[in-house]
Nanobody
Framework: QVQLVESGGGLVQAGGSLRLSCAAS????????MGWFRQAPGKEREFVAA???????DYGDSATGRFTIARDNAKNTVYLQMNSLKPDDTAVYYC???????????????WGQGTQVTVSS
């Protein structure tokens, strides 16, 4: 059974940092594109970042310059380091696996349950 389990969310003040983790299990993810998305109340799911099997990365506009995605294939884990957080970053953050289109949520094969990130002003 494929599972993606996010962790590391929480409450942080504006300007602070958080590191999200996504632990994958159930099959080999080494060759997968792994992505992070977020969804705030009343808004559509938004692309945050993706990392391809070869380490190439892609970032959404909101993440560029502040967030960093990384992967540890030995641990089947993907990370999202978030710095300089803003109240607008408040959302549920989701990890996703395997897509031919890294920025398109509907094309991902597997999803985690999400972790809440709340940034206070």
């Amino acid at each position: 059974q494929v599972q993606l389990v996010e962790s590391g969310g929480g409450l942080v003040q504006a300007g602070g940092s958080l590191r999200l983790s996504c632990a994958a299990s159930g099959r080999t993810f080494r060759w997968d594109t792994m992505g992070w998305f977020r969804q705030a109340p009343g808004k559509e799911r938004e692309f945050v970042a993706a990392i391809m099997w070869n380490g190439r990365t892609d970032y959404g506009d909101s993440a560029t310059g502040r967030f960093t995605i990384a992967r540890d294939n030995a641990k089947n884990t993907v990370y999202l380091q978030m710095n300089s957080l803003k109240p607008d970053d408040t959302a549920v953050y989701y990890c996703a696996a395997e897509s031919p289109y890294p920025t398109v949520a509907t094309r991902y094969r597997d999803w985690g349950q999400g972790t809440q990130v709340t940034v206070s002003s």
